[in-house]
């Protein structure tokens, strides 16, 4: 069974969600949901109703909540209360502040309390009318370089790099996967599972010395993660298959092959 840590929930029609869930059913694929409102000139669904439908759909679909990072401390209270109804993990994005803020530390302390593991969108982010209204340094705020923080901060927290930094930094995001534990990365978007070659994934995620050692060590720390919609469901299966032809030709063995399609982040929940 495969895990992708990277969906959103961008439609509450029963219709949609019900093709969504058979579409996973057909890829043998669980899907981390993620809703939020008012970001970045989005709107997806509200926590709660991700938690009630992936309480109805449980065999297939897994909540995470996205928790605001504006210019007021994170709610922790009702992080509670969602972790209570079910909720396996946060996702962050369009931050007011760069992640590695003050104001944001006592959120990473609560969820590696709790436990729960964190998918944070770095790198490319498309300009939208709410950018006119927020005035922020977006990409700058979403530079993975600012994941170090809470990474070496709280070394229990589960850190996912999404989209590997995009095509602004994609260096410095395999950097950080290798220097930390704790962090790892998906290739989420048809940016980057498209985009990416075996070669330059391989490249990246090269250990710095002894060529001849273990080459493949850094790549199992690379999750399953497509970017796909409700409403777009055969992201999905396309980020699927990419996801094994990168894994396939990069020659991993078996074992890492299982653990990126889903069992580490599995592992976590
Ligand atoms: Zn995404």
Redesign the pocket.
């Known amino acids: 069974m495969y895990l992708d840590f ?1 969906a ?1 929930f961008n439609s509450g029609d029963p219709e949609l969600v019900k093709k969504f869930v058979a579409n996973c059913e057909r890829n043998g694929c669980r899907a981390a949901m993620s809703g939020g409102l008012h970001y970045g000139g989005h709107d997806f669904l509200p926590n709660d109703e991700v938690i009630d439908f992936c309480k109805r759909y449980s065999d297939w679909l897994v909540p995470l909540v996205k928790v605001e990072l504006w210019d007021a401390p994170p709610d922790l209270d009702a992080l509670r209360r969602w972790a209570d109804r079910g909720a396996k993990g946060v996702k962050c ?1 369009y931050p007011y502040y760069p992640y590695d803020h003050d104001l944001y530390m006592p959120l990473y302390e609560e969820c590696e309390k709790l436990g729960l593991p964190m998918l944070f ?1 770095t790198g490319n982010y498309r300009p939208n009318e709410e950018d006119m209204r927020a005035r922020r340094p977006t990409l700058k705020n979403m530079d993975p370089l600012n994941l170090d923080r809470p990474a070496r901060s709280f070394q229990k927290l589960r850190i996912v790099v ?2 590997l930094g995009t095509t602004f930094w994609r260096t410095q995001a395999a950097e950080l996967v290798k220097m930390h534990a704790n962090v790892y990365a998906d290739l ?2 048809s940016g980057s599972w498209m985009a990416l070659s075996a070669e330059e994934v391989a490249s990246l995620l090269r250990p710095p010395v002894l060529l001849c050692g273990d080459n493949t060590k850094f790549i199992a720390k690379l999750v399953l ?1 497509t ?1 796909c919609y409700v409403t777009i469901p055969r992201i999905q299966t396309e980020g699927i298959l990419h996801y094994r032809q990168i894994l396939s030709k990069i020659g991993v063995s078996q074992e890492i092959h299982d653990a990126v399609m889903g069992g580490t982040v599995e592992s976590w929940f």
């Open positions: 990277h959103h994005i969108h999404a989209h989420a978007g993660g970017d």
